[in-house]
């Protein structure tokens, strides 16, 4: 627990004013999904939690210099974790679960855990607290280029010229695809129940918009 304790810290330091859609809340709320999932479906709990609490670590160095923010994490994890004397193996283990978890680069789990890590991340990109992950990150999405003329191009529709616009065409192409990317059964049970909850907000947001 003292490590868990030690990293989670560490990790809320690094991303204290991280202005996007991937702040500590979506950490721990990452961690929480993850033993939820793992409650049922098995697997290394410590592990689990330490590739949770460090998947997006190196998000603030990709918006300060480019590249992937999973590869960033876990260079960085790889280093928290040898400081910390932590088992190679283990050290190992969290890494790979780390390098693999994005969802948009379509990589495959090595191991259970790093499957319990891809769907958790997942499902909160989902229901109510997805629609909210989805404008937030849209907002300082936009805010970055305004103030510094920098655009993220795998990112291309928060910049659209109708942000309703923009926002629909983020749904058609992550959320409601999320779940045939899912690995395990209860993930799957948990993110039925979000996506209805994303279906009833569109529709009411398609019937408010219609006469724009």
Same mark, same amino acid.
């Given at each position: 627990?003292?490590?868990?304790?030690? =990293?989670?810290?560490?990790?809320? $330091?690094?991303?204290?004013?991280?202005?996007?859609?991937?702040?500590?809340?979506?950490?721990? !709320?990452?961690?929480?999904?993850?033993?939820?999932?793992?409650?049922?479906?098995?697997?290394?709990?410590?592990?689990?939690?330490?590739?949770?609490?460090?998947?997006?670590?190196?998000?603030?160095?990709?918006?300060?210099?480019?590249?992937?923010?999973?590869?960033?994490?876990?260079?960085?994890?790889?280093?928290?974790?040898?400081?910390?004397?932590?088992?190679?193996?283990?050290? /190992?283990?969290?890494?790979?679960?780390?390098? =693999?978890?994005?969802?948009? !680069?379509?990589? *495959?789990? @090595?191991?259970? @855990?790093?499957?319990?890590?891809?769907?958790?991340?997942?499902?909160?990109?989902?229901?109510?607290?997805?629609?909210? !992950?989805?404008?937030?990150?849209?907002?300082?999405?936009?805010?970055?280029?305004?103030?510094?003329?920098?655009?993220?191009?795998?990112?291309?529709?928060?910049?659209?010229? /109708?942000?309703?616009?923009?926002?629909?065409?983020?749904?058609?192409?992550?959320?409601? *695809?999320?779940? /045939?990317?899912?690995?395990?059964? =209860?993930?799957? =049970?948990?993110?039925? $129940?979000?996506?209805?909850?994303?279906?009833?907000?569109?529709?009411?947001?398609?019937?408010?918009?219609?006469?724009?």
């Amino acid at each position: 627990m003292v490590l868990i304790e030690r =990293t989670r810290k560490f990790v809320a $330091d690094v991303l204290a004013d991280e202005p996007s859609s991937h702040e500590m809340s979506h950490i721990e !709320r990452v961690e929480s999904t993850c033993m939820v999932i793992q409650s049922e479906e098995g697997g290394d709990l410590q592990v689990i939690r330490l590739a949770a609490l460090l998947h997006d670590v190196g998000v603030v160095k990709e918006h300060r210099e480019g590249g992937d923010h999973a590869a960033h994490s876990a260079e960085m994890a790889y280093d928290l974790l040898m400081k910390e004397g932590v088992e190679l193996s283990v050290v /190992d283990h969290v890494v790979s679960c780390i390098r =693999t978890h994005r969802f948009s !680069r379509g990589h *495959k789990a @090595e191991s259970l @855990e790093g499957q319990i890590l891809q769907d958790a991340d997942r499902i909160d990109a989902l229901g109510a607290i997805g629609i909210f !992950r989805a404008v937030m990150s849209m907002g300082a999405l936009r805010s970055l280029k305004h103030s510094s003329g920098v655009e993220k191009s795998s990112s291309r529709n928060a910049y659209a010229a /109708d942000p309703l616009d923009g926002f629909a065409e983020y749904m058609e192409m992550k959320p409601f *695809k999320i779940m /045939d990317g899912l690995n395990t059964t =209860t993930a799957k =049970t948990i993110a039925a $129940d979000r996506l209805r909850i994303m279906h009833q907000y569109l529709d009411a947001l398609e019937a408010e918009t219609s006469n724009k």
